[in-house]
């Protein structure tokens, strides 16, 4: 085995452990119950996106465009990661509980 084929790895490796992430992301989204948990697998999901889009940007020959994205998604979930845990904090200060149940009795 080639040691720059191990390092590297190949363009269809990259995307199935991509497509491995978003589906575990997406599958703890819909199966648990805890906000905090859910926001988990929103952040693995857009983790699974980055690492798409700097697999193809790396496939095209080192593309800034794909860089440019991946930052911009970076610099999204920063701030997806700071609202979304203000509001998860407020809701336990609120309710005493991270269940989805107790998000929906908010409308009052």
Request: with cysteine; charged share 10%; proline share 0%.
């Amino acid at each position: 085995m080639n040691i720059g084929t191990f390092m590297y790895g190949s363009l269809q490796a990259y995307l199935m452990v991509s497509l491995l992430l978003f589906v575990i992301g997406l599958s703890i989204v819909l199966l648990r119950r805890s906000l905090l948990i859910q926001f988990m697998g929103i952040e693995l999901m857009l983790n699974a996106a980055n690492l798409a889009l700097v697999t193809f940007a790396r496939w095209r020959g080192g593309d800034a465009s794909g860089t440019v994205f991946y930052l911009f998604i970076i610099a999204v979930a920063a701030c997806e990661a700071a609202v979304g845990l203000a509001l998860i904090i407020g809701l336990f200060r609120h309710r005493a509980s991270t269940d989805t149940d107790g998000a929906n009795s908010l409308r009052q």
